[in-house]
C-alpha cells in the first residue's frame, strides 16, 4: 500500500555512471481526454550510447482514505497499453511510444508508467542484432552501468469529462473543491509575499481528484498566485491574504 499526497511526486531510480545512456521523458504527468483513446510520448536519450528502454504499466486502484494500490495490467482490453513497450533510442535520438486505452471510459483511472533502459540479451523483445549488442556492451565497458529510470503518473479521464470546481474564500482558509468527475490541476502555486515578490516559498503542482478538495490558509502579507487548469481551460487565480 502506499500513500499520495496532495501533490503527486515522481519516482526515480538511479545509479551513478561514467557514461551511458540518459532518457528523458518529459513531463512527468501525463492525461488522455476523454475524446481520445490513444496519447503520443516522446522519449530523448541524452547520454553517450544508445538507450534500450523497457516501458511497464500498472493501475494505481484508490481507496477511499486517499491510499493507493498499484496493481498489475491483466486484462489488456481494459487497460492502459503501451504500443510499442519496447524502445531502441539513439544517442541524442528519439522516439516515440503511443499509449492506447480501449476500456471502458464511465470512470477515470490511474496508471503509474515506467521508463527502464536495460542491457539488451539474446531472445528479447528489442529484436537488436548481434552488432548492437556487443557496441553497447563495448561503450560501458570502461565505466559504471547506470540504468536510471523514471516513474510517471498517467490519468485517463472519463469518457464524459465533467469539470465542476467550486471555491469557497471564507474566514482564513481558500479552498478549491472538485465537484466534477475528472483531476483538477492547481498548478504553478506560488506562496509570495506581497512586498517582495521574490521572497516565494517552493513553487507546487497539486492535483486534486473528484470528490477531495485542495485548501490552504491565508497569511497577512502574503500573495498566493496559481492556475486552475480544468482539461484544456486554464485561468490564473491571485489571492491575498
Not at 175 to 197: I, M, P, W
Request: aromatic fraction near 12%; include cysteine; hydrophobic fraction near 35%.
Amino acid at each position: 500500500m502506499k500513500y499520495l499526497s496532495a501533490v503527486l511526486v515522481f519516482c526515480l531510480w538511479s545509479v551513478n555512471v561514467q557514461a551511458g545512456p540518459a532518457i528523458h521523458v518529459g513531463d512527468f504527468y501525463d492525461y488522455l481526454s476523454g475524446d481520445k483513446n490513444n496519447y503520443l510520448k516522446r522519449i530523448f536519450n541524452g547520454g553517450t550510447s544508445t538507450a534500450f528502454v523497457k516501458i511497464s504499466v500498472t493501475e494505481m486502484l484508490y481507496k477511499p482514505d486517499g491510499t493507493y494500490d498499484e496493481v498489475p495490467i491483466k486484462n489488456q482490453s481494459d487497460a492502459l497499453i503501451a504500443s510499442p513497450a519496447r524502445l531502441i533510442v539513439p544517442a541524442t535520438g528519439m522516439q516515440n511510444t503511443r499509449f492506447v486505452f480501449m476500456g471502458e471510459r464511465d470512470r477515470e483511472r490511474y496508471f503509474r508508467v515506467r521508463y527502464l533502459p536495460v542491457a539488451p540479451e539474446k531472445d528479447d523483445e528489442f529484436l537488436a542484432t548481434e552488432e548492437e549488442r556487443k557496441a553497447y556492451e563495448d561503450k560501458i565497458a570502461g565505466g559504471v552501468r547506470v540504468m536510471a529510470g523514471y516513474g510517471t503518473v498517467f490519468f485517463v479521464r472519463p469518457k464524459d469529462s465533467r469539470y465542476d470546481t467550486r471555491i469557497e474564500n471564507g474566514g482564513r482558509n481558500y479552498t478549491l473543491r472538485n465537484a466534477g468527475n475528472t483531476v483538477v490541476v492547481v498548478d504553478e502555486f506560488k506562496d509570495c509575499s506581497a512586498s517582495n515578490r521574490n521572497d516565494c516559498a517552493p513553487t507546487t503542482k497539486n492535483h486534486i481528484f473528484p470528490g477531495r478538495v485542495f485548501s490552504f490558509e491565508k497569511q497577512a502579507g502574503r500573495v498566493y498566485r496559481f492556475h486552475v487548469v480544468e482539461g484544456g481551460t486554464d485561468r490564473i487565480v491571485e489571492v491575498n491574504g
